[in-house]
């Protein structure tokens, strides 16, 4: 057993140390990054649309509303506990700098798009999948950029979950 502690830090420099050190892993990961999010927008409208010309109004409405609760929820606890960004904690250097001091738990950009991929299985699991591998690219990439805690974006993820089991296959 080692006697040394945790330290986030070297946690941080360890996964982030790669990406800076490439200019060509940076430029991925700052695509990925800023990107990822117009990917889910427009897949999600392609599945609403999907929706509405078969005529599946239940299920579009339902699309539509458990998101956009979910959403609305989680951004009200997010300014109730208002988190410390993890660069607001401790002494390193993001990826990407922001100038947001707190609301880090939960990730939002996490929870929006892994309640999409739960959208998207409800819808058709195909591109369900897709959205569930993008949700998982989102939630490291939060990390990495480091702009969440690992917690955030398991509590994000966790969420989603429940809220899409709770209204798409219950």
């Given at each position: 057993m080692s006697d040394k502690k945790?330290?986030?830090?070297?946690?941080?420099?360890?996964?982030?140390?790669p990406i800076k050190k490439s200019p060509l892993k940076y430029k991925i990961f700052l695509f990925i990054y800023r990107y990822l999010v117009y990917f889910t927008i427009i897949i999600y409208m392609a599945l609403l649309i999907y929706c509405l010309v078969r005529g599946a109004y239940y299920q579009f409405f339902n699309a539509v509303l458990?998101?956009?609760?979910?959403f609305i929820?989680?951004?009200i606890i997010r300014r109730l506990i208002n988190a410390p960004r993890p660069y607001k904690v401790y002494s390193i250097e993001p990826?990407?700098?922001?100038k947001k001091d707190g609301e880090s738990f939960p990730s939002r950009h996490t929870l929006s798009i892994t309640i999409i991929a739960m959208t998207?299985?409800?819808?058709w699991w195909p591109v369900g999948v897709v959205l569930w591998i993008?949700?998982?690219?989102?939630?490291?990439s939060r990390v990495v950029a480091g702009v969440?805690?690992?917690k955030?974006?398991?509590a994000a993820g966790i969420i989603s979950i429940v809220a899409g089991m709770g209204m798409f296959f219950w």
């Open positions: 945790y330290s986030y830090e070297d946690f941080y420099n360890k996964i982030s140390f458990t998101p956009a609760i979910t929820v989680v951004t990826l990407i700098a922001k998207g299985l409800y819808i993008m949700s998982v690219c989102m939630g490291i969440h805690f690992p955030d974006v398991l």
